[in-house]
């Protein structure tokens, strides 16, 4: 057996578990950056829907920040000039702050251990939370109350009753939990590298979503309509060949 030879088989099997093992590698490899790019991906989809809800919350808090202070003006305008009671308590009686919440995103975030997980930031997940109690607390201890004093009272029937009413205490408590909500946006916008471009877009993205879907849905009624007219016809006509 000539020397030569066997280097050569022997070259010709280091070569091939040469190209074995990085054929393995790169199989190997190329699952790893497509699971990362995958995780990568539900992440920002996951921080950006609750960045988003963060914001469309905020609106809310401030439109009632701002319907507090406007109710507070009319009294004062009330107090200075008790003839104008005629139109003033419509007015108020119609400003009442509503808490136009969709718990979804925060029951999704909140209660899945998955999500927070896929996140992978505990202290993004502290600001979140931190933000949604506070949410509560304008829901319950502004919202809530308000509607219930007015509802049970009825302060909006006389000039004393309106004049009574006492604003500045839910437009303290609002104003602490409007700044407080709005600090922890701003973290976790930083936090998380996301721009109020990228709020803006997701938020455009998800309502054209949404009105597609409901597009379709209308589409859905418009045609089982249609079938279920055409059966009462054809039945209408078949009872009178009989």
Not at 147 to 152: E, K
């Amino acid at each position: 057996m000539r020397v030569g030879s066997g280097l050569s088989s022997w070259k010709q099997f280091l070569l091939a578990m040469l190209a074995t093992t990085i054929s393995i590698a790169l199989t190997f490899g190329t699952a790893a950056v497509i699971e990362y790019n995958k995780k990568q991906k539900e992440k920002r989809e996951i921080v950006m829907m609750v960045m988003c809800d963060m914001d469309k919350s905020l609106a809310v808090v401030e439109r009632a920040d701002s319907m507090i202070m406007q109710s507070m003006d009319l009294q004062l305008q009330l107090a200075k000039d008790t003839t104008k009671f005629s139109q003033i308590h419509f007015s108020l009686a119609r400003m009442m702050p509503i808490p136009e919440f969709a718990n979804t995103t925060e029951n999704i975030f909140s209660s899945s251990i998955e999500s927070i997980n896929t996140v992978g930031n505990v202290l993004f997940t502290e600001i979140v939370a931190a933000f949604y109690q506070y949410r509560t607390l304008f829901k319950t201890n502004v919202c809530d109350s308000i509607q219930s004093i007015v509802s049970r009272d009825l302060p909006f029937t006389t000039v004393e009753g309106t004049l009574d009413f006492d604003y500045s205490i839910y437009a303290l408590l609002n104003h602490e939990l409007l700044h407080s909500m709005q600090q922890l946006f701003i973290q976790g916008k930083q936090m998380m590298s996301v721009s109020d471009e990228e709020i803006e877009a997701y938020r455009k993205e998800r309502e054209r979503l949404k009105a597609d879907m409901e597009d379709r849905e209308k589409s859905r009624q418009s045609t089982m309509e249609t079938v279920m007219q055409l059966q009462r016809e054809i039945n209408a006509a078949r009872e009178r060949i009989k």
